[in-house]
């Protein structure tokens, strides 16, 4: 039994690793107010957000990290498909650029970059990768 639980320990601390290593860049890019810095990670859903529509359209949500840090996710839908059936409580992956702002700071770029200039990136809701 104390091999099984150890394995489950060792196992639980190798899947949560990348998470929390990405909270702690985060962290460390909110607190000096940097920006353009390619994050990824994950958190849950605590607000869906009306579309801006001005301009290029972007699909807003704000997630909220296991550091409880929160960060707004501004995904633009003209060029990369919307996030269907997110909800408060979701789990959502993401990969983009941060700018830092008093709230927590915005991901955005989370989408293939036409021009193939920036950096990709990508949300992962429900199994699906949107990009």
């Known amino acids: 039994m104390k091999v099984i639980l150890s394995i489950c320990c060792v196992v639980f601390c190798l899947l949560s690793f990348p998470t929390m ?3 702690v860049l985060l962290k460390q ?5 940097q920006s353009d810095v390619q994050v ?7 607000r869906v957000l009306p579309d801006d529509n ?11 990290l296991q550091s409880n840090q929160t ?5 633009n839908i003209d060029l990369a498909p919307r996030v269907f059936d997110l909800n408060v409580g979701d789990i959502v992956e993401f990969n983009g650029e941060y700018e830092w702002n008093s709230k927590g700071g915005v991901v955005h ?23």
């Open 40 to 46: 990824s990670g994950s958190g849950n859903v605590i």
């Open 54 to 64: 001005q301009g290029s359209r972007h699909q807003k949500f704000i997630l909220r």
């Open 21 to 23: 290593a990405d909270d």
């Open 71 to 75: 960060i707004l996710i501004s995904h």
């Open 29 to 33: 890019v909110y607190e000096p107010h």
């Open 109 to 131: 770029w989370t989408h293939r970059d036409p021009r193939d200039i920036h950096v990709h990136g990508w949300l992962k809701h429900n199994g699906k990768t949107y990009n």
